[in-house]
């Protein structure tokens, strides 16, 4: 069994009725093997993370950035309580390819250049490498969505999840970590044109921003977290 599998029904539900009316934080899916260390930080737009103070992240000058995990997603117990048309797989697929994708961009037009991208096996990595690699691990669709498909609309406004960790590529040590779960703001839609996974991504976009932020500020700097998201009627 699954680690979200033994997550109760009831503590689920619960955690989500809660970011009807406050964000509350993802429960952990396991993707992460030490989540304990990770900690809330004013300083970072996430909502926990962890870095290893005694590695020197300056000499680090590329990022690899891998392909999302989205098994995580196929596991949400509210799934079998709404009729999705079309595969879920591929869109949850969809989005996760989304997400590395948009990291990656946003890397490659960092004014900064402080990281060089380089895609999944383009190269051997080496001790300036650092892997990224991040998984989606719950979303909520908005209530427009689950009005149209017939689903339980009392699960919240709409959010997205995410765990990521960074390895040096020559070790392979875990050397920093992040969560976070965002919202998406109540705006008019155009229900014809959405999907289950549509507010998706305008929040994947403001990650792919604050990991360059982040990772430009280095563990002294301070990141502010962007305004919420709307999802737009396009």
């Not at 969505?145 to 070790?171: N, Q």
Request: charged share 25%; proline share 8%.
């Amino acid at each position: 069994m699954t680690p979200r599998a033994l997550i109760p029904h009831a503590a689920l539900a619960l955690a989500l009725l809660l970011g009807a009316c406050a964000k509350a934080p993802a429960p952990d899916s396991g993707f992460l093997s030490d989540p304990e260390k990770m900690a809330a930080e004013e300083r970072f737009p996430f909502d926990r993370i962890w870095y290893d103070g005694e590695t020197d992240f300056q000499r680090y000058t590329e990022i690899m950035i891998l392909p999302v995990n989205t098994e995580f997603l196929m596991e949400m117990p509210w799934w079998e309580e709404v009729s999705f048309p079309g595969d879920r797989r591929a869109g949850a697929r969809e989005l996760g390819f989304r997400l590395q994708t948009r990291v990656f961009d946003a890397f490659q037009a960092d004014p900064n250049k402080r990281f060089t991208p380089i895609a999944f096996a383009a190269k051997e990595p080496d001790e300036t490498t650092l892997v990224l690699e991040m998984a989606l691990v719950d979303l909520v669709p908005t209530r427009p969505v689950l009005s149209v498909l017939g689903g339980p609309t009392g699960l919240g406004k709409g959010s997205l999840a995410i765990e990521g960790r960074f390895r040096d590529a020559h070790t392979g040590e875990v050397v920093a970590m992040f969560a976070d779960r965002e919202e998406a703001q109540r705006s008019l839609v155009n229900v014809k044109d959405l999907t289950w996974y549509s507010h998706g991504k305008a929040i994947i976009n403001a990650w792919a921003d604050q990991l360059v932020a982040v990772t430009n500020a280095g563990p002294e700097g301070v990141v502010e977290r962007k305004p919420r998201f709307t999802l737009k009627p396009w």
